[in-house]
């Protein structure tokens, strides 16, 4: 059974168990299962709710810096000094993007896919750049949103710094296995 | 910092947008972008009541209690302000497993349960601790073991191996997991960021 099937199979029990094991345990140790199960959920809507102004403020800068073609401009203009580390320029702005958008970034990965097949060196390295790292402006707004911490101090820096770091391991691990 | 970033991100797009005769399709993405933002919120209260409601059974029962045990000598070096079996520290394991799962609908309440967790051991409200920050760190540079979405594209676009990716993608986000944890440590000793002194007695912040 190979690694990744049996990750598979975990990944599918992974949440019925817990959804069984939690409550079943919880029972056993006579804790009014559904009375305390709606004590804690009644806070799930409130939560939700409370980003909505973190997750409108942070959405809207960058579905406005996207649809500027200021990306394009910033890929062209960096394609030089990201070439003498070997990044091909076509996958640089699945670069740049990666931080601020998971789903414009699994778009541009596909679009790359596409065109140069997904078992090319560019289709096979932007598919390993969309998994290196999470989309980290996406994350601080929401995280931080839903306790209503507006002061981040060095979150932004090393959610990047770490960014910076996935996607460069990406490029060289692609580099060493694919190259 | 994100005040910086945010207006940047707005003021670039503006004035890009008006060289590049783009301004209609700014404008559009900004009310676009401000209905999909709420979507997702809304898309989360389903998932995020029910994982609440069993996190608080869980606690009750002394479980996520357990789990914070269970980490204790990793925790206290990636965490030394969370006391040693704090309901934080079971909650931010449960996200993080079910991130390496790749189980999103899980890790998002199951973060926020973590978050709302450290913040009762926040003096200042609207400060983040050191803790917050490494963990949102460890968050936005998760290992995934497998990147079921981009194998799926991988397949449908007649890849010869989809899942070959599965273990560059691993090496990768596990070398941003490393470097995510140093530079959260090492970052919050800068003057830039040090953590402001919690309030004075008396004060009680009233931010909250």
Known sequence: MSFSAIAQVVSTWAIPLLLLLIPLLAAVRRVKVYEV??????????????????????????GMFRASGAMELLASALAPVTGL??????????????????????????????????????????????????????????????????????????????????????????????? | ?????????????????????????????????????????????????????????????????????????????????????????????LNIAASWLGLGNAATPLGLKAMDELQKLNPRKDTATDAMVTFLALNTACITLVPATMIAVRATLGSANPTEIVLPTILASACATVVAATAARLLRRLPAFRAPLPPASGDDGGDA
């Open chain 1, 85 to 179: 580390i070997g990044l091909p320029s076509e996958a640089l702005p699945v670069a740049l993007l990666r931080p601020f958008s998971g789903s414009g970034t699994l778009a541009l990965s596909t679009e790359l896919m596409k065109t140069h097949g997904p078992d090319s060196f560019v289709g096979r390295l932007a598919g390993v750049m969309y998994g290196s790292t999470e989309t980290t402006f996406y994350v601080l707004a929401v995280y931080f949103g839903a306790v209503g911490v507006t002061r981040t101090r060095h979150a932004v820096a090393a959610g990047l710094i770490a960014d910076a770091a996935g996607l460069l391991a990406a490029l060289l691990v692609c580099r060493a296995l694919f190259g």
């Open chain 1, 37 to 62: 199960f709606v004590e804690g959920a009644k806070d799930g809507f409130t939560t939700a709710v409370k980003i909505i102004p973190y997750l409108v403020g942070m959405l809207v800068a960058i």
């Open chain 2, 1 to 93: 910092m994100l005040n910086w970033v945010w207006l940047g991100l707005v003021a670039v797009a503006v004035v890009v947008g008006a060289l590049t005769g783009r301004l209609d399709a700014v404008t559009r993405a900004a009310f676009d972008s401000a209905r999909t933002a709420v979507e997702i919120a809304f898309g989360l209260v389903g998932i995020m009541t029910l994982w609440l409601g069993v996190m608080k059974v869980g606690e009750e029962a002394g479980l996520v209690r357990g789990l914070a045990r269970l980490i204790r000598p990793l925790a206290r070096r990636l965490f030394p302000d969370v006391p040693a079996d704090h309901p934080a520290l079971g909650a931010m394991l």
